[in-house]
């Protein structure tokens, strides 16, 4: 046996046999010629053997034997060689071909590429698991003793006892067994021997699961023919690299330290130390079971007629089913479970088989094989553990020495190491496989990334710090533009600048690949410029809703490519290739969506660390699990109950179904609003240092508080806590729900529709200039810049020189001003409305409303409103402050309070639209047909404070409060440098020169008017006083003695006007007489006399006019001493005229006018 064994073991260094000359056993290589010798005994290795039909048969590969023992042909080999076994003329059978075993009466083979011989040999017996040879006719020379026995097996029985035991006789006529030694054969009639063999091996079978696929064991078993010469010196690293290799079919462990690599797929015996491992196809774990799934294949034997319409249904009929050996799942989508065995694997398109393997578990990212009544015969420590997870968790951590767990009582199980079996009745072995390897897409900050373990991302860090916590770290990725990928290992979550994968033991990694569509139940992987291959079939849709959806149904289709802008195709492709006209869709894992929060739904899986509390229904558990999101992972589904789970490793495990929470459902926004400041609005987002020290309960109050504090950069609006708080950071992370980042820029400008950020000094606009052409005025410029696409701003260059810019960014330039456009804006109610295209706020009223400014009208009105939704032509107020995308739409959020500006004539006018004010003036012209011809007066009038706009008019009015009137505008009065010391009013008949700022000495009496023509009227019946002023203290009017005004604070002066200061004198020029009265009067009448020696060759007609307007004509006639003429038509101006036909030699020394102050020249 020994001497069996070494040549066996050197059969590849060209052991044909060996010899035995009664005393050793010599090994011989190169031949297998025989040569008699005396007493001598010869063995030759005839190469592969085949038991069968109580036969030995010796297989001979491109062989054949003549002459046919029968005119039968046999499909079978089996067929073939039970006919030969019971036939005494047939020596052996040949394979000729596909189905075709004949029988032969020759033993000599022949050679024959195609064919292979199976030349029948001796008979065989198992005894006791030792092979005993029939030898008939003869017996071994030497007794081992004069014991008979009664039976074969009773013989066997003791001769197995003795080492030196060679086999045992049969004497036909006594019908006994004796036992016999020694090696020497000798003719004997009536009798027959049972030659020993070798001991029939423990044969080891089992599937494990390892670097994706199932391996079926086999001891002691080889492979045949090497993929190369390369040697491994662990199970692992050769499992790995056969995983890798398509040419690689298996593995066989030949030896300590060296493991190959096989090109055959078919198990064959070997020595008692080979093993091998046969590569299936991709590993799944299930119902307690791996099994093998190999695509385009299918297996016949249906059971019964019941199809499944899952997976997970058909693996549990099977796992319930003894004589189930795989399932099958067709092109219809449907499985159905099979009794066939492996050999009746068949190819066939769209079809995919899982053929059933050994019981499996998964621990701590690795699968084991459950291997009971055999365990492993070394441990690694004396450490038990309660349970195979905690074993499974410590055998995780000593990956490199740990092979597997055993089971060795009740509640007690043991690491082990080494792979030599024992049989072990009641006890069983976890034989640890490869990795489990898992895997899953999620939606993040509308990103897709992938989910895989064991793995880490590897090269550069992007950050360099570690996180606690998985979302905080996604949302950092998010932020950095270089970080595309993190890694969970040992608790601690670190960022990386390559999604580029290794495997490492216990790591988690998420891989970041861009841009997300979640639809029709499925993530789905964009990728701009790129195309997916193979078409499902020949539709094409219009819209990509449409493709998604029949995609999504279609078992066969992976994903859609958009080739044109209403051109969308299904395919069956599943790999990018560049097209950059093109837009690739590749599908991805299922996903269910409760309360805006996506969750990952991975079947067959589940996720670690689950907790004992059960939720009835999966909408109950997703609402447990957002409530406790900082630790919740998810939830689990078995047996119909769900149960929250705090770990991120998914393990396979198909009595679960694993629901990973993903992020909740995001809607970016982006727009600007303003206070005194520029905001920029991004959500959800958060800003990365904000303190919850204060808290402010609306926007403006922390936008009031931000502007006042140089260290704020913002304010954070945390939805979950409806609160408002300061922030000492402009960068900002992704947040959840409605959470909004407020961060704030430099002074606000609104101008031209558009809110405009002013930065720092010293700045302008990156890059070059979008045109060449020069503004006079910032104005100008963002005009100029507000109708231009492209522009993104204004530079100020130098004095009176504006440009406009196409980039967002800024650089520094000294003595330069930058400018940047912001959101459209309208300006309305007296707030800020910021215009967002493509969105539209929740809550929307079902109220429509023709004009967006009726729309906002109501909204200003309504406590709860947070802005106008225009959809389909109408206009809606929104309730809800949740910013949704919806294209074609347009939403105008309401912003702060704000009123528009300008400066018109010296004076800052706020403009209220849809305001009226009230109060009337009480003198002087009040009403105007004009904007500015109203504001130039008021702005001269310091009793007017507001220009009002109604029915077409303009009034000055003296309040500034304003009312709601739809159709009406006011403008108020804000600051001015209108000099007022040319300016005049007609009151109470008086002519009166306001002077803001100064007062009149000398009061008269205590006696106090409360309205100016009250004090004026007073004044006018008064000679002895000058004037009137206003104390804007206590709001009283007093009349003065005194004239001159006197500069002080807190009045206001009206010193009286006279007509020519109270002294009117003429003078004549040519034909024309002209009274400069100074200031502007309304003439009544006119009375002049002359000197009493002139004037008689005064004749003819003379005109008289006040201004432009003629008051009077009269007709001289010689000495004329005194003329008075009435002005009936009420001329008014500043000079007086009276023209002469003949001037003669007039004279005119004295003159008086009635007057009335006026504002009407």
């Not at 899953?440 to 550069?460: L, V």
């Not at 007017?944 to 009406?968: A, F, I, P, Q």
Request: charged share 20%; aromatic share 12%; glycine share 8%.
């Amino acid at each position: 046996e020994l001497a069996m064994a070494g040549c066996l073991a050197k059969l590849k260094d060209g052991c044909n046999g060996f010899t035995y000359d009664g005393t050793q056993f010599t090994l011989y290589k190169s031949t297998k010629a025989v040569t008699p010798t005396v007493d001598t005994v010869a063995w030759k290795h005839m190469g592969k053997a085949l038991k069968s039909n109580g036969y030995i048969w010796m297989m001979v590969l491109k062989y054949r034997l003549v002459g046919y023992d029968s005119t039968t042909t046999y499909t079978t080999l089996t067929l073939a060689t039970t006919a030969c076994a019971a036939s005494s003329t047939c020596l052996g059978v040949t394979y000729e071909g596909s189905k075709k075993y004949r029988t032969n009466n020759a033993n000599t083979p022949t050679s024959a590429s195609t064919m292979t011989a199976y030349i029948k040999g001796n008979k065989w017996a198992l005894h006791d698991s030792i092979y005993y040879t029939w030898v008939d006719g003869h017996t071994i020379d030497g007794d081992y003793s004069t014991t008979t026995y009664t039976t074969a097996a009773k013989a066997a029985a003791v001769c197995k006892t003795k080492s030196d035991c060679t086999g045992f006789s049969y004497d036909s006529s006594t019908k006994k067994y004796t036992n016999k030694k020694g090696y020497y054969f000798e003719p004997s009639e009536g009798t027959g021997v049972w030659v020993r063999g070798g001991v029939k091996p423990t044969v080891y079978t089992m599937s494990i699961s390892y670097g994706g696929y199932t391996w079926a064991y086999k001891e002691p078993y080889k492979l045949s023919g090497y993929v190369s010469s390369t040697k491994y010196t662990t199970q692992a690293k050769a499992l790995t690299a056969c995983a890798a290799n398509s040419k690689c079919n298996g593995v066989t462990y030949e030896g300590a330290e060296n493991y190959r690599l096989n090109t055959g797929s078919t198990a064959m015996p070997g020595t008692k130390t080979h093993k091998c491992w046969v590569k299936g196809g991709s590993s799944v774990t299930s119902q307690g079971y791996s099994w093998g799934s190999y695509s385009g294949y299918s297996l016949g034997g249906m059971i019964g007629t019941t199809y499944y319409t899952t997976r997970a249904k058909a693996l549990a009929a099977c796992t319930s089913n003894s004589k189930c050996t795989g399932v099958v799942r067709n092109s219809s989508n449907k499985y159905f479970i099979s009794s066939a065995s492996s050999s009746g694997k068949v190819k066939k398109t769209n079809y995919v088989l899982y053929k059933k393997g050994s019981s499996a578990k998964s621990y701590s990212g690795y699968s084991y094989t459950v291997y009971s009544g055999y365990i492993y015969s070394t441990y690694l420590a004396d450490t038990v553990y309660k349970t195979p997870a905690l074993a499974g968790a410590a055998c995780a951590t000593k990956a490199s020495t740990c092979t597997g767990i055993n089971y060795v009582a009740a509640d007690k199980y043991k690491l082990t190491k080494g792979t030599t079996l024992k049989a072990s009745t009641g006890l069983k072995v976890y034989i640890k496989g490869g990795y489990d390897y898992t895997s899953r897409d999620i939606n993040f900050g509308n990103e897709i990334w992938t989910a895989q373990s064991p793995y880490t991302c590897s090269g550069t860090k992007a950050d360099t710090k570690t996180y606690t916590a998985r979302d905080t770290a996604l949302k950092h990725c998010l932020a950095n533009s270089a970080c595309n990928g993190i890694t969970l290992t040992g608790g601690k979550y670190t960022l990386y600048k390559s999604g580029t994968l290794t495997k490492l033991s216990g790591s988690l990694s998420w891989v970041r690949s861009g841009s997300i569509l979640s639809s029709d139940n499925y993530h789905w992987d964009k990728q701009a410029g790129k195309t997916l291959t193979g078409y499902y079939d020949s539709t094409t849709y219009t819209t990509l809703a449409k493709a998604t959806a029949a995609c999504a149904a279609a078992t066969s289709c992976k994903g859609v490519t958009k080739e044109g802008t209403t051109k969308y195709r299904t395919n069956t492709g599943s790999t990018f290739t560049t097209n950059n006209a093109r837009t690739g869709y590749k599908q991805g894992d299922a996903y269910v969506i409760h309360d805006s929060y996506y969750y990952t739904q991975v079947s067959g899986s589940k996720l670690g660390s689950i907790q004992t509390k059960a939720y009835t229904t999966e909408a109950a558990a997703a609402k447990a699990c957002k409530a406790s999101k900082a630790t919740c992972a998810g939830f689990v589904l078995t047996s119909k109950k769900y149960y929250l789970a705090k770990g991120w490793m998914l393990y396979t495990d198909n009595d679960y179904t694993a629901f990973v929470r993903n992020h909740g459902k995001v809607t970016y926004t982006s727009y600007t609003t303003m206070k005194t400041y520029y905001w920029k609005v991004k959500g959800p987002f958060l800003h990365d240092e904000y303190t919850t020290k204060t808290s402010y309960d609306t926007l403006i109050k922390c936008m009031t508080a931000c502007e006042a504090a140089t260290t704020c950069k913002g304010c954070s609006y945390v939805d979950e806590k409806e609160k408002y708080y300061l922030a000492t950071t402009a960068v900002y992370y992704l947040g959840e729900g409605d959470d909004k980042a407020y961060t704030k820029g430099g002074k606000a400008v609104v101008s031209n529709s558009y809110i405009w950020n002013t930065k720092s000094a010293n700045t302008k606009i990156d890059g070059d200039y979008l045109d060449s052409t020069t503004y006079t005025t910032l104005d100008k410029a963002m005009l100029a810049c507000s109708t231009k696409t492209g522009c993104t701003g204004v530079t100020k260059t130098a004095t009176s020189k504006y440009r406009t810019g196409k980039k967002s960014t800024v650089a520094t330039s000294k003595g330069m001003q930058s400018y940047i456009k912001g959101n459209g804006v309208v300006t309305y109610k007296l707030k800020t409305w910021t215009v967002v295209s493509d969105q539209v706020l929740s809550s929307q009223d079902k109220t429509a409303y023709a004009t967006y400014k009726k729309g906002m009208i109501a909204c200003a009105k309504n406590s709860k409103c947070y802005g106008v939704n225009k959809s389909s032509g109408k206009f809606y107020l929104a309730l809800g402050k949740h910013l949704s995308d919806s294209s074609g739409s347009t939403t105008y959020v309401m912003g702060q309070s704000y009123t528009p500006y300008f400066t018109y004539d010296s004076t800052v006018w706020y403009y209220k639209e849809s305001y009226k004010t009230s109060g009337d003036i009480g003198f002087g012209t009040t009403e105007f047909t004009t904007r500015n011809a109203a504001m130039y007066k008021c702005a001269r009038n310091p009793i007017c404070n507001s220009v009002h706009y109604t029915s077409k008019k303009y009034n000055l009015r003296t309040g500034t409060t304003v009312t709601d009137e739809e159709d009406d505008n006011a403008w108020v009065y804000g600051t001015s440098t209108v000099d007022f010391t040319t300016v005049y009013l007609p009151i109470s008949t008086g002519l009166w020169n306001p002077r803001p700022g100064y007062k009149l000495k000398t009061v008269i009496g205590t006696t106090t008017y409360t309205t100016l023509p009250k004090a004026t009227a007073a004044c006018m019946l008064n000679s002895a006083c000058l004037g009137v002023h206003y104390v804007t203290k206590d709001k009283k009017y007093y009349i003065a003695s005194t004239g001159t005004p006197v500069k002080t604070t807190g009045y206001i002066a009206y010193p009286r006007k006279w007509a020519c200061d109270g002294s009117c004198t003429a003078t004549l020029k040519s034909k024309v007489v002209t009274i400069d009265m100074k200031y502007c009067f309304k003439v009544s009448t006119i009375e002049v006399s002359n000197n009493q020696a002139c004037c008689s060759k005064n004749t003819g007609k003379v005109v008289i006019k006040v201004g432009t307007k003629t008051c009077a004509t009269v007709t001289m006639h010689g000495k004329t001493s005194a003329l008075k003429v009435p002005c009936a038509s009420g001329a008014v101006g500043e000079k007086i005229t009276m023209t002469y036909a003949n001037s003669g030699d007039i004279d005119i020394d004295n003159i008086i006018l009635a007057t009335e102050g006026s504002d009407a020249c």
